[in-house]
C-alpha cells in the first residue's frame, strides 16, 4: 500500500515516460491548489522541471498557457511556443532549444494541466491531445486520493476511541 501511496515518484514516473513516448523535450503536470487560485507544478522532466519544483513554480488560473488552459478547459496549442500571446516564459523555460518549437497545455476545467514542448511541428495533432487532455483529471484523483485516506483513517480512529470510552 506504501507504494500506492508515494504519489510523487509515480507522477515523476508518469511525467517521464510521458516525454519519451511522445518524444518531448519538456512535460509538466500542474494541479490547482485547494484554493482554485493557482495551477502548482506537482512533477516536471529534466533539469527544467527539477528547478522549477525547487523553487515551488505555480501559475495564477487564467494566466499564461497552463492557467488559460485550466480555467477554459481547452487545450492551447502554440505552433510557435514563443509567440504565443499568452505564453509565461519561465527561466528554466526560455524557449525552443532548436528554436522554433511547439508547445501545449492540455486541460479539464477545476482540475489541472499537462504542459508538454516538442521540437517537432506536428507533435500536437487532435488525438495526441486527446490523449494528453484525459491526464490532469487522472492525477488530480490520485493526487488527493493519500490525504483522503489519512483523513478517512483518523475519523476512523476517532470514532474507534469514542465507542472504546
Excluded: N
Excluded at 494566466?63 to 488552459?69: D, I, N, Y
Excluded at 524557449?95 to 504542459?115: E, K
Amino acid at each position: 500500500m506504501g507504494s500506492i501511496l508515494d504519489v510523487d515518484a509515480l507522477t515523476k514516473q508518469v511525467v517521464d515516460l510521458i516525454g519519451e513516448r511522445f518524444k518531448l523535450y519538456y512535460v509538466g503536470l500542474f494541479l490547482t491548489d485547494p484554493a482554485g487560485e493557482w495551477a502548482v507544478l506537482r512533477a516536471g522532466t529534466g533539469e527544467a522541471g527539477q528547478a522549477m519544483l525547487a523553487r515551488g513554480h505555480r501559475v495564477q488560473l487564467g494566466q499564461g498557457m497552463v492557467g488559460w488552459s485550466i480555467t477554459r478547459g481547452q487545450a492551447r496549442v502554440a505552433l510557435q511556443a514563443e509567440a504565443d500571446a499568452v505564453r509565461v516564459v519561465t527561466p528554466e523555460l526560455p524557449g525552443d532549444p532548436v528554436g522554433g518549437g511547439v508547445a501545449a497545455a492540455v486541460a479539464r476545467a477545476g482540475a489541472g494541466a499537462l504542459t508538454v514542448q516538442s521540437a517537432e511541428r506536428e507533435a500536437f495533432d487532435s488525438d495526441a491531445v486527446a490523449v494528453l487532455q484525459t491526464m490532469p483529471t487522472r492525477w488530480r484523483w490520485r493526487w488527493t486520493m493519500p490525504g483522503c485516506l489519512k483523513r478517512a483513517g483518523k475519523r476512523s480512529s476517532r470514532r474507534t476511541e469514542r465507542m472504546v470510552r
